[in-house]
Each structure stands twice: as C-alpha cells, then as structure tokens.
C-alpha cells in the first residue's frame, strides 16, 4: 500500500526497496536523497531539516496515493528524516515496484518531484564559517 | 474571533515564535489573517503573498476563516 | 568509479547503493530488476538467465563507463545476474550517485535501457505447466 | 582456415552445440563464416542476419576475419 511517513531516525533504504518487490513487480526504482558536502559552492558540514509536521505528513500522504493511483501500482512508499543531518546522510528516500520499468521510473520521480514542491519541510544549511542560512528548493 | 496561526523557519525566526494569535473580525479571510499577521513585530519579513494552508491544507487568500481553524504561514519548501 | 559484474551470487542492491553515495553527491538513484511472477499472461515458476559471459562483462563495462562520462559522475555501477532465479529475486541492479537528481536519473536509465538493448544475456522462463522459453527483450 | 563460432541460447540448442568450427577461404568476411553455420544441421533456425560479434564486440556482416578470431552468433539479447 502507499505509505508516508516523516521522521527524527536514520533512513534506511533497503527496507524500503524489500517492501515495495512483490512478484507482481518486475521493476523497483528507488532514489535517495543526501546531504552534500557543498552546495552552491559554499563548503556544508551539515542540515537541520524541520517541518510543519502534521500537514507534512498529510501532504505526502497525498502525493503517494495520487501517484500510485496514477501509476497503476500500490507499492510507492517515500520516507522523509529531519533533525540535523550530517553530509552523506539520506534525508529522503522514494521506493516504487511497479510490473514495468517505465512505469517505476516515472512513478518514483513524480514523488520526489511533488515533494520538492509541494511538501512544507524546510531546511537550515549550516557552513564550514559557522554561519547558517535557511534555503529552499526555488533556489536551484 | 481570535485565530491561531502556525509559522516556520525564517518566519518564525522573524517573528519570535512557532505560532502566534490575531484577531479578526468574524466572517474574515486568511488575507484578513495575514494582514494581523504582518503587522506584527518582524511580520513585514513575511512577503506579501506567502504559500499559506487551512486546516493542513494548501489555502488561497480568499478562503473564509473560523475560530477553530489551524492557519499556517509557510516559507519557501526545501524537502528532499 | 564505474563498474560491471556478472555472476551467479545473489544481488545485493544496498551494497550498491552505499558503493555511489559520497559526500560528493545529492542523489542516488537505483534500478532493481525483478522475476515477475508472471509474463504476457503465463504464470512463471522461475528463469535461467544465461550470457555471453567474457562479452557480456566488456559491453556492460563500456556501457557504464560511457554513460558515466557522459553524465559527468564517476558513480554508475551496475551488476547483472545469471544462473537459476526464484520469482521475486533480483536480475539486475544499477546504481548511480551524482550531485544533481536530473543526472542519477538519466544516467540510471541509460543504463539499464543500454543493458536491454545490447548486453549478450539470455533467459529462458520456465512455466508452471513444466514448459520453458527462450525470450527477449524485443518481444516486450 | 579454419574459424571457432560461439553460439548461445536457442541458436546453441538449434546446433547442439556451445561452439562449432567452420572451414572459410581465407580473406573471408563474417558473412561467409555465417553462411557456413547455417549450412550445418540445425543452422537455418539462425535467421539470415543476426546479432554477430568479433572478439567480443558486435560486428557487421562484411567485417573480416581472420583464423586467431572469436566469432559469436548472438540471439536477441534478454538482459535486465
């Protein structure tokens, strides 16, 4: 079934991948998203994510029941951490099984794409300088 | 009526709290809403059209308030 | 750096994608491809994936290896197996890190619709009324 | 000379064998290495221009080839 969910744990991805293969599926598609060791050029030693959690939650759970139904598979699931993040760590993973690859494919990017725009979680990137500053998806 | 309204982030930061209360008068709209909100302390750090949700939904400006209403004020999103 | 294998070991998708993530990185995106349960409608019991073997490891190496280049990452690693698979085990695995989302997709595709196209491996699914069959990847 | 010719899946089965030698002038092109597989007992189930590779690289009909070489006639490929 497609599930949401949002939280302060470590991710773990291969747990996600385990539940979306049934033997209907014959393609699992899953992307990861991490904290990079830089961004716009500026050196990052970490991310605080935070959320406005309860409509998070809903939001999301939204984009996985909209793009499983449009997609013709239950098995998309997106798990979102937040609390401070150090560079290498997942802060996002989305995990489809669908029959056909194409189908995987467009069903685990349409989440993420939904969920960069459209899901209130936001993001404090903290600088080698010691300096911090809040930056959002419009910015790229 | 008095509203409770949730802000985030630089919005927060802006205005020294995770949420605030306005009062308006009945029959107001969430731009009703965020006009108290900005004239807040730090409010005008919030711009003039924000991404703003009723109710953990995403909201317009023209949508109708009540009383018991969840009203949030929401920065630029930056998931993922 | 980019890399190809083949062989009868089981797959191990999350060794792959801890093979892509660094620091270096935003994205990883990963393609499993799966034994289906069933195929154009006849029950599967399970499938003899064979190859080419010396020529199957040279083209999938080119494979990565171009599309690495041409995605600009060094992180495209894919890995194929062959031999007997139960329903519901992994064929294929293909992992890409690369800093941007865009990029760990399309260069994941690339390479798996690559791998389709022109690496030399063959299977034969077996049916559960006891038949096997040769298939390909044109008759899709 | 004489030529070693990989073949595979149902063109191995078609043949009966991984691998069959086949006697070409030399000067010979894959195209004439081709014709002498599918002039053997099962050959025919070969179709008339399949997937060929010289030393593990796909290759055209006209390619040549020389004695030292590996051949392989290829079915359609089923990866993934």
Known sequence: MPRAALGLAPLDPA???AEVTRP?????ALFVGTVREQNTG???????????????????????EAVAAEHGTPDVVCEHRVGTLAVGEAS???A???????????????VIEALKARVPIFKQEHYVDGTREWVHNGQR | MTVTVLVFAAYAEALGAPEVSVTVPAGSTIADVLAEVRALPGGTRIPEVPLL??????AALSDP??????IAVIPPVAGG
Do not use: K, W
């Not at chain 1, 209907?24 to 699992?28: S, V």
């Not at chain 1, 056909?100 to 685990?108: I, K, P, Y």
């Open chain 1, 15 to 17: 747990r996600l991948l």
């Open chain 1, 24 to 28: 209907a599926n014959g393609a699992e």
């Open chain 1, 42 to 64: 500026r050196p990052v030693t970490g991310i605080d994510y935070s959320a406005y959690d309860a409509m998070a939650l809903a939001e999301l759970s939204r984009i996985v």
């Open chain 1, 92 to 94: 996002v993973v989305v």
């Open chain 1, 96 to 110: 489809v099984g669908h029959p056909r690859r194409d189908g995987a494919f467009a069903a685990c990017r349409a």
């Open chain 2, 53 to 58: 949700a009723r109710n953990q939904r995403y």
């Open chain 2, 65 to 70: 308030v009540e009383a018991a209403d969840e």
